[in-house]
């Protein structure tokens, strides 16, 4: 049977760098709350994959995160709530959230014409590797210098966390033409290559992530600079430093067979003239052939 409760209010607020407050309500019902159980999941990627911070409980709606590590000045933390009904074994969950100023009416509307732009005009198909700052420390990590003993490693990708980034998520991002160049080192000729794009405002990019497109070019995030709505992200603009091939991110698997065969760089109907009725009629029936989602 489904899950006959509805969780309102399902937020993150402190005021403390020691702990984040994870709280909840749920609507009325007929329902016995002493039926279900609650448990929180964490993330630092709103794709997952998410950790259960503690057991399962009953008829509490409040939750109290205090392992909070303020080393990482851009990490961002998400939290999902999981609920199972006993008697049914029935599972659901509801989020995710994070510690986000709640957008206002007009950044809202903002967001969603950011997103139509990217994901219909603009943009390109793309998917984002959030790199990891915590969790389970790589056997190359010297946790008396803090820092790793060696580079190339296979288990962290250089990043010293155990798997190094977390699950890929799929996006759309304008990119601006990028400039080559050939710089001469003591370790011979190296090529280079920088541009800059944007996006909307999911995801949330931070430094050090990955973003992968189509053709297997990967670029590396150097700088993120967002256009804020009352503090509420609208829209992202990003610097880019390509990864060379023989660099460590290249050893980062990407499996999405399934992505890659409906692989759509850009929609062909915004590229079309509507007055004609061939193109129309093409289109009509490339789309007709995308599986469903």
């Avoid at 760098?17 to 016995?32: C, M, N, P, Q, R």
Wanted: with cysteine; aromatic share 10%; hydrophobic share 35%.
């Amino acid at each position: 049977m489904p899950i006959l409760i509805e969780v309102r209010d399902f937020r993150v607020r402190s005021l403390d760098l020691d702990f984040h407050e994870v709280s909840w309500a749920i609507g009325s019902t007929t329902e016995d709350v002493l039926d279900y159980r609650f448990q929180i999941l964490r993330s630092e990627s709103p794709s997952g994959p998410f950790e259960a911070l503690g057991p399962a409980f009953s008829d509490k709606y409040v939750f109290i995160d205090d392992r909070i590590e303020v080393v990482h000045r851009w990490r961002r933390y998400y939290y999902k709530l999981r609920i199972a009904h006993v008697p049914s074994g029935d599972v659901h969950d509801v989020g995710p959230v994070s510690k986000d100023p709640d957008p206002d009416l007009l950044a809202l509307e903002l967001r969603r014409h950011m997103t139509l732009l990217f994901r219909e005009f603009a943009g390109r198909r793309c998917w984002i590797l959030p790199v990891r700052t915590f969790g389970m420390r790589c056997e190359c990590w010297n946790p008396t210098l803090q820092q790793r003993r060696r580079s190339g490693c296979l288990l962290c990708y250089d990043t010293g966390f155990v798997r190094g980034y977390l699950s890929p998520i799929e996006t759309w991002i304008q990119f601006d033409p990028s400039a080559k160049s050939e710089q001469t080192t003591a370790a011979g000729a190296q090529q280079q290559s920088n541009t800059t794009a944007r996006l909307a405002y999911y995801p949330a990019l931070r430094p050090r992530d990955v973003v992968v497109e189509g053709e297997n070019r990967r670029w590396r995030v150097v700088r993120v600079s967002q256009t804020e709505q009352l503090r509420a992200a609208v829209h992202q603009e990003v610097e880019l430093h390509e990864v060379p091939p023989k660099d460590i991110e290249f050893a980062i698997p990407l499996r999405l067979e399934e992505a890659l065969r409906d692989l759509w760089l850009s929609p062909p109907k915004n590229f079309a003239n509507a007055n004609n009725l061939e193109a129309f009629e093409r289109i009509f029936h490339m789309y007709r052939r995308r599986p469903t989602p």
